[in-house]
């Protein structure tokens, strides 16, 4: 079923609350098990690229931020109702997405790539070697979308990027598809020997802050937020300090 139809109820539900915006706070919804752009430290705060990217967005129109934990399929939809004001968690903009929420960005180039076994070097060399495979994704993302393009996979789905590597790491799939910089950086530097990813990624996306289309005066906040800090030199900070 398309995110189009699995949303329809949803936006048919869908109810109209005042923005926490105008209440001098911004609250941005997020699924914090992707380092480094938005995850829980040992001291339980909310961290990550995202995290400081957002923070200086709102300062930009004079406003609080708070985040919002929450399974990365329920962003969406909390966008949808209103719960939230904005949301991160390397959201890839999409089409189809863009059908049903705005976007602000693209602040982030990446793509989709695969964590692998090193068991598996010698079987799993590019993408036609993951049709009929056990694949671990995240519920509602590209790489859910992706790995159910993948002829005879078996595709194994979880409501966060740790329990989808929590998995693999329990050996309960061969590989798992993910943003390429979280299993860079998460993954791959955090577990050296243990997996391996393809040279190249399985495919090209953009991170956006993803936004409600019944608040264009919020967005064009957003948007005006971001252009101030990639002109003033903050970006480039955020970026440094968290990808050298």
């Known amino acids: ?4 139809k699995k949303i329809s109820v ?35 705060t909310i961290e990550g690229f995202e995290v400081d ?26 966008i949808l109702t ?13 089409e189809e997405r863009a059908q049903i929420v705005d976007f602000v960005g693209p602040y982030y180039n990446a793509g989709l790539n695969a964590l692998i076994r090193n068991e598996y070097q010698n079987k799993i060399k590019n993408n036609l070697d993951l049709n009929g495979k056990k694949i ?26 740790n329990e989808s590597f929590n998995a693999i790491e329990n050996k309960e799939c061969d590989l798992l598809i993910a943003d390429a910089p ?12 243990k997996y391996y990813k393809f040279e190249n990624n399985l495919t090209f996306e953009e991170f956006g802050i993803m936004t409600s289309k019944l608040r264009p005066e919020l967005r064009e906040k957003i948007e005006s937020g971001l252009k101030k800090i990639k002109d003033n030199g903050e970006y480039n900070k955020l970026y440094k300090k968290w990808f050298g």
Not at 85 to 90: F, I, K, T, Y
């Open 82 to 94: 209103e719960q939230i004001d904005a949301a991160v968690s390397c959201i890839s903009m999409t």
């Open 10 to 44: 949803i936006i048919g539900c869908a109810f109209s609350l005042t923005s926490f915006a105008d209440e001098g706070k911004l609250v941005v919804g997020v699924e914090a098990s992707r380092a480094p752009f938005v995850y829980v430290d040992k001291s339980k």
């Open 182 to 193: 979280v299993i860079e950086f998460q993954y791959i530097k955090m577990h050296p020997g």
């Open 136 to 161: 671990c994704v995240v519920s509602g993302t590209t790489c859910e979308e992706y790995a159910n393009s993948c002829n005879g996979s078996d595709v194994l789905k979880f409501p966060s990027e």
């Open 1 to 4: 079923m398309s995110l189009l």
């Open 53 to 78: 990217l957002l923070t200086a967005i709102a300062k930009e129109n004079g406003l609080k931020v708070e985040f919002s934990n929450m399974p990365f399929d329920a962003l969406l939809p909390s």
